[in-house]
Every structure is written in structure tokens, then in C-alpha cells.
């Protein structure tokens, strides 16, 4: 099995595109959550989902948007991108969303917005 | 709303040594759990342990272990027979509930472990 699989590892943007990061996981986990990590911090949610079809937003929801219309696939896009969200992405899932299970984490996205 | 304190920026210990790294959360819920997450280079996030509250025992997992105070609100983990492969920022996590009431993840601030040879 892949896990969680993040794409692309790397991106660097100007003040103002737009770009989506692409988050797919094979393990039918019905949880997805997106968080990101600045430089010497730990993470923080962004928007989580419970199921396909349903969304919410994390503590630092502003500048993002998130769809889940399928089980595996919970992509992060990015509208008139700020240098204030330079960050490293990280997409997770679990399954029910119950501590006893465990959150799995991609391999992260560097995101530089110049 | 529950926060997770890491009050050591950075740790060193010299290799086959034992270090541990401390944690205290906040929260007013009885029932939760704490997790331990290990960040090499490689920027992956690596479960290292985790602990539930309801249970006294404290969780252990080869050389890791933990000791968990409840009362306290402390979260320790303590690596015994330090290997270089443990080099990495360790992140405590404290999972709690969304306004939504599903799981999320609440994490400290990291502290970066350094091993010695």
C-alpha cells in the first residue's frame, strides 16, 4: 500500500496564482485532515473531513478551500497565494476519526510563495 | 481550547544514553489521548507511541516508554539506549475534538533531539 500520497513535494509561487495540492490515500480512511507547519512550530489544522461529501474547517482555514468527492482523494487549493502561507503541507487520514486509530502522514509539501 | 507545551527547544544526548523529553498539555476533558510523533529530515511523520487516558499504565514501545501524570498533565518520553537513527524533532500531541466533534490533532511546538556518537 502507498498510504497517503502528497503531490508535488515541491512548489514555489507568486504573490497572487492560484494552485491545488493534491492529497490521495489508499487505505479507505474515511478521516482527511490537512495541516501545516511553519518553520519551528508544530502543525495546525486547516480543514478536516469525515466523509466524502463533507468538510470543515481546522484553526487556520483562511486562504484555503478543500472538496472531498470521493473517499481517497481530499485536495488543498491555494486562491491568490501570500507569502504568509509559505509553509510545509501535510495531508492525513484515519480511519473513524477515534483516537484508538491513527492518524497517517504524507511525506509533506514544501510551499514557498514569493 | 486544549494546547500542548514542549518546553525544550532542543536536546542532545550522546549516543547509547538515555534522554527524556517533557510535555504538558491543558485540557478540561477526562477522557483523551496523547500522542509522541517523530519528524527525521525527511520531514515524514513517524508515530513513535501513544498513550489513553483512561489507562494508568504507562505505554512503552522498545525503547521508548512514557510517563504519563495524569493529575499533572504530563506527557514525558523517555528514550533509553540512544541510537543516531533517533536524531529528529520530536512532536507531542494531544488529541482533541473539532467544533464539528471529530478527531483532531493538537501538537506542541517540537523539540529537536540531537544524538552524539
Known amino acids: 500500500n502507498a498510504g497517503v500520497t502528497q503531490t508535488p513535494k515541491f512548489r514555489i509561487l507568486k504573490i497572487g496564482q492560484s494552485m491545488t495540492l493534491q492529497c490521495t490515500q489508499d487505505?479507505?480512511?474515511?478521516?482527511m485532515y490537512w495541516y501545516r507547519q511553519d518553520p519551528g512550530m508544530g502543525l495546525k489544522l486547516i480543514y478536516y473531513s469525515v466523509g466524502a461529501g463533507i468538510t470543515d474547517k481546522g484553526e487556520v482555514p483562511n486562504g484555503y478551500n478543500v472538496s472531498r468527492s470521493t473517499t481517497e482523494d481530499f485536495p488543498l487549493r491555494l486562491e491568490l497565494a501570500a507569502p504568509s502561507q509559505t509553509s510545509v503541507y501535510f495531508c492525513?487520514?484515519?480511519?473513524?476519526?477515534?483516537?484508538?486509530?491513527?492518524?497517517?502522514f504524507g511525506a509533506g509539501s514544501r510551499l514557498t510563495v514569493l | 481550547a486544549q494546547t500542548v507545551t514542549q518546553s525544550q527547544p532542543e536536546m542532545s544526548v550522546q549516543e547509547a544514553e538515555t534522554v527524556t523529553l517533557s510535555c504538558t498539555y491543558d485540557?478540561?476533558?477526562?477522557?483523551?489521548?496523547l500522542f509522541w510523533y517523530k519528524q527525521p529530515p525527511s520531514r515524514q511523520m513517524i508515530l513513535v507511541i501513544r498513550?489513553?487516558?483512561?489507562?494508568?499504565q504507562n505505554a512503552t514501545e522498545n525503547r521508548f516508554s512514557v510517563n504519563f501524570q495524569k493529575a499533572a498533565k504530563s506527557f514525558s518520553l523517555k528514550i533509553s539506549d540512544s541510537q543516531l537513527g533517533d536524531a529528529a524533532m520530536y512532536f507531542c500531541?494531544?488529541?482533541?475534538?473539532?467544533?464539528?466533534?471529530?478527531?483532531?490533532?493538537?501538537f506542541g511546538k517540537g523539540t529537536k533531539l540531537t544524538v552524539n556518537p
Open positions: 492525513a487520514s484515519s480511519y473513524m476519526g477515534t483516537g484508538a486509530n491513527v492518524l497517517t
Open positions: 498513550q489513553e487516558a483512561y489507562k494508568q
Open positions: 485540557t478540561s476533558e477526562s477522557d483523551y489521548y
Open positions: 487505505m479507505n480512511h474515511n478521516y
Open positions: 500531541a494531544y488529541r482533541g475534538i473539532t467544533q464539528g466533534g471529530s478527531e483532531k490533532l493538537v
